[in-house]
C-alpha cells in the first residue's frame, strides 16, 4: 500500500528556517517522484515542489524559488523540504505525494492517498 507521512511543521517567526520530512512506504524513491504541496486556509490546494531522486532533479514554484530546497535519503526512503527566509504567506498545511512524473519543468498527476499533512506556521 502507498502511504505517505509527513512531519516537521511548526510555529517559525518570518524570516526562519524549517525542514519537513516525508517519509514513503509502499514505493521506492527510485521508483517514484515525490511533490509537495500545500493549502492555505480559505484557498485550494497548489503545487510547491517535486524531486526525482533517480534522475537528481528538482522543481520549484516561482513563488519559493530561492528560498526551499529538496534533498532525499535513498536509505531511509525519505524527502525532506528545506525551508529557508519564510514569509506569512507560506502559512499552510503542508502535504506530500508520489508522481508519475517530476522534471525542471514541472511534476506530473499524483496518486494515492493524501497523507495528514503537516502545520507550517509563519508568523509577521
Known amino acids: 500500500e502507498v502511504q505517505v507521512v509527513e512531519s516537521g511543521g511548526g510555529l517559525v517567526q518570518a524570516g526562519g528556517s524549517l525542514t519537513l520530512s516525508c517519509a514513503a512506504a509502499?514505493?521506492?524513491?527510485?521508483?517514484?517522484?515525490i511533490g509537495w504541496f500545500r493549502q492555505a486556509p480559505g484557498k485550494g490546494r497548489e503545487v510547491v515542489s517535486c524531486?526525482?531522486?533517480?534522475?537528481?532533479?528538482?522543481y520549484f514554484t516561482d513563488s519559493v524559488q530561492g528560498r526551499f530546497t529538496m534533498s532525499s535519503d535513498n536509505a531511509e526512503n525519505t524527502v525532506f523540504l528545506q525551508m529557508k527566509r519564510l514569509k506569512p504567506e507560506d502559512t499552510a498545511v503542508y502535504y506530500c505525494?508520489?508522481?508519475?512524473?517530476?522534471?525542471?519543468?514541472?511534476?506530473?498527476?499524483?496518486?494515492?492517498?493524501w497523507g495528514q499533512g503537516t502545520q507550517v506556521t509563519v508568523s509577521s
Open positions: 505525494a508520489p508522481l508519475l512524473r517530476c522534471s525542471n519543468a514541472g511534476l506530473g498527476p499524483r496518486f494515492g492517498a
Open positions: 509502499g514505493f521506492g524513491l527510485a521508483d517514484y517522484p
Open positions: 524531486i526525482n531522486a533517480r534522475e537528481g532533479t528538482t
